[in-house]
């Protein structure tokens, strides 16, 4: 009968996709992070989350920061970090757990660790499949794997954009003026800067 | 609570319409109501939605309350991508025009006849020449920069602003179009080339999402005068939620909650619905007006922006030093195909960010940095803005299941296509391949259709037509079967045309106001 024959197909269905998930989540478990609240002083920690997202954008588009561009970065981040909260928590998972990895590789953290290392931290992060099965059943199954990939597909996206539309990564092309300095609209009629 | 005052305009909606409306009637000692769901923005919070943007990517402005606006679409299940409205519209006074791009231009003659000329679309009431004037003179109100071309339609009245040349940039495409057999023209803004109505002429703060300086027009510059006549009550943060009408078909008031909760009822002699083609179809579904023909809230269209682009290895340009481009085509709007698909537009830009490239090639770190350096200003694109057929399919209806705020039910957004929008995007597609081999770029890449691939364009939800089962409006604007009731703006669209459509708005806007307080 179909009936029946519905029924055990959705049987070994359930029994099948319990053992998978039982499976991922055990995998998962093992490479989840598990972020470290931080129980010092608030300003401190949110100093501390800065500088480690700045060396992470640095990172992450393979650049060595001016102090100028940590100027600007640092300003902008600040303002991310107040304004939205759910955002700034993927941001603050994401500067523990990179702090996390920075220990891993012998140092206290991640804008501490030597440049090679944090270039291995990205790869790292950047790896992340957040698209993949297991991360789909994960993400559902518990909230710190869910904080996991949602520190790669939500908080390093959005440092991405903060970064792409900040002087830093204008100063870096050459330009002297970017979106928000006032200039005459007639520069575009020659030529620019060449890129450094 | 009923205002004592009554008015000789009711207004609902303070966006381009309504700015534009209020200060032509105050200008001829007329009183006016103006309703605006949102708030007045002080022209200082600018610098704050520029800091938003570029820290978040997107204007703050549409999202300041989140529980008033809560919509839900079933683009994905027709379209197949996501449609978000409030990344496409913005409530508050000034409306669309605080975050829109300023980019402008007059509808072709063609596109007031497609079904007689081409077999496609709905013939407007109204035609070309009708509307003529009042494009002259929405030009000369918004501060339009432009410079005539051979391509635009005839015009009577020059631009008030001289155009913004071509870039540099933007004269690479010069010959290849010459080659094409087409040609490129400098856009047309509504942006000052020079100081022009109060505002400065652009300072290339390269930020128009937002435009701290005011260079570029914002409807609120005319809701601020109509204000300063003394004739003009501006109620913000009041959502009009309801039309009353009499037993003789004529309305009676607006009733509208503001956002504390309090009650009002508005009244006037005349009624203008201009809140957006969303908002204004809900209001008259809510208020049962205008519906005989089942019309309110169909027919929605939008322009599907279809890009492309590849990089030049060996042509350097240099792009984001003024903020805005300014080249486009209007070859392809017409032609011996017009038959089968719908008019389009060419836009030309050189902006594409190499740094955008990260997730896609999956590349970051020293890697990152070296695909900057040696793309960066290599970047040629172009984009088309599609013409959207008139579909009944194409809708807004009220959602039986989420409501607003105020337990009114929240709009549902359907899209739809036909095959002539899809062999309209379709031809689009083989254009830009043309031009983009043409210019010598090895590798073309086409972006498929995306939350990001609309316009921002809402048209169409009560159209205008002089039969009343074909429309919601007639000719002049008014509500058939109503004495005093007027819907303005994008919604009365019969068809959507492929360029912007702000200008036609407010020529629209100008003439019923001639209409109105003649």
Known sequence: MN?????GWSRRHIIGFASLAAALAAVGLQSRPSPVRGAGNPESDAATVRSTLLAFIGALFGRVLSPLDAADLSERLVYLLDFNGPLAGDCRALAQYLDQLAAEHGSP???????ASQALIVDQIMRIDVHSIAARLLTRLSASHRAYYRMRWSAVPQLAWLYRHSPAAWRARGYTRWAGVAGDWREMLHPGASYP | MSTTRR???????????????????????????????????????????????????????????????????????????????????MKGVGGSTLHWGGRINRLMPADFSSASLYGTGMN??????????????????????????????????????????????????????????????????????RPYGGRSECVALGACKVCPSGARYS???????????????????????RIELNG?????????????????????????????????ARLLLLS?????????????????????????????????????????????????????RGGIKLEFTFERDPLEDMEGRRIWGKAMAEHDRENFGHWVGLGSETEHQPNPDSRVSLNPEERDLFGDPVPHIHLAFNDV??????????????????????????????????????????????????????????????????????????????????????????????????
């Open chain 1, 3 to 7: 009936d029946e024959r519905s029924r």
């Open chain 1, 109 to 115: 953290s991640f804008n501490q660790c030597e440049t």
């Open chain 2, 7 to 89: 008015y000789d305009l009711v207004i609902v909606g303070a966006g381009l319409v309504g700015g534009l409306l209020a200060a032509a009637a105050t200008r001829r000692g007329r009183t006016v109501a103006l309703v605006e769901a949102g708030q007045k923005f002080q022209f200082e919070n600018r610098a704050r939605q520029l800091k938003h943007f570029q820290v978040f990517g997107g204007a703050l402005w549409p999202y300041e309350n989140k529980e008033r606006d809560r919509y839900t679409d079933s683009s994905v299940n027709s379209i197949g991508v996501p449609y978000t409205l409030e990344t496409h519209r």
């Open chain 2, 124 to 193: 407007w009431p109204i035609s070309y020449a009708d509307l003529e004037p009042y494009y002259g003179n929405a030009e000369w109100e918004l501060g339009v920069s432009g410079t005539p071309h051979p391509s635009h339609p005839a015009r009577s009245r020059d631009f008030p602003n001289p155009g913004f040349p071509m870039s540099i940039d933007d004269t690479f495409w010069v010959p290849i179009a010459e080659r094409l057999g087409a040609t490129v023209y400098s856009t047309s803004w509504a942006i000052n080339s």
């Open chain 2, 219 to 241: 409807a609120d510059t005319h809701v601020a005068e109509a204000e300063r006549s003394g004739n003009c009550d501006l109620f913000t943060n009041t959502v009009a939620r």
């Open chain 2, 248 to 280: 003789d078909r004529s309305v009676k008031s607006i009733q509208v909650t503001s956002l504390q909760g309090e009650d009002r009822e508005i009244k006037g002699t005349h009624y203008v619905i201009a809140a957006h083609a969303v908002e204004s």
């Open chain 2, 288 to 340: 049962n007006c205008g519906n005989e023909s089942d019309q309110v809230g169909r027919n929605l269209m939008e322009h599907v922006y279809v890009d492309a682009g590849g990089y030049l290895p060996n042509k350097r340009f240099y792009p984001r030093r003024g903020g805005f481009e300014g080249l486009e085509s209007l070859s392809y709007y017409d032609g011996n195909d017009r038959r089968e």
């Open chain 2, 421 to 518: 929008d899809r062999r309209t995007q379709r031809r689009a597609r083989e254009v830009m391949h043309e031009f983009l081999s043409a210019a010598g770029v090895k590798s073309v890449s086409q972006d498929p259709l995306s939350p990001h691939s609309f316009a921002s364009h809402h048209m169409g939800t009560c159209r205008m037509a002089d039969d009343p089962d074909q429309g919601v409006v007639d000719r002049n604007c008014r509500v058939h079967g109503i004495s005093n009731l007027y819907v303005a703006g994008g919604s009365v669209f019969p068809t959507a045309g492929a360029v912007q459509p702000s200008l036609t708005i407010a020529a629209l806007a100008l003439r019923l106001a001639d209409h109105l307080l003649a």
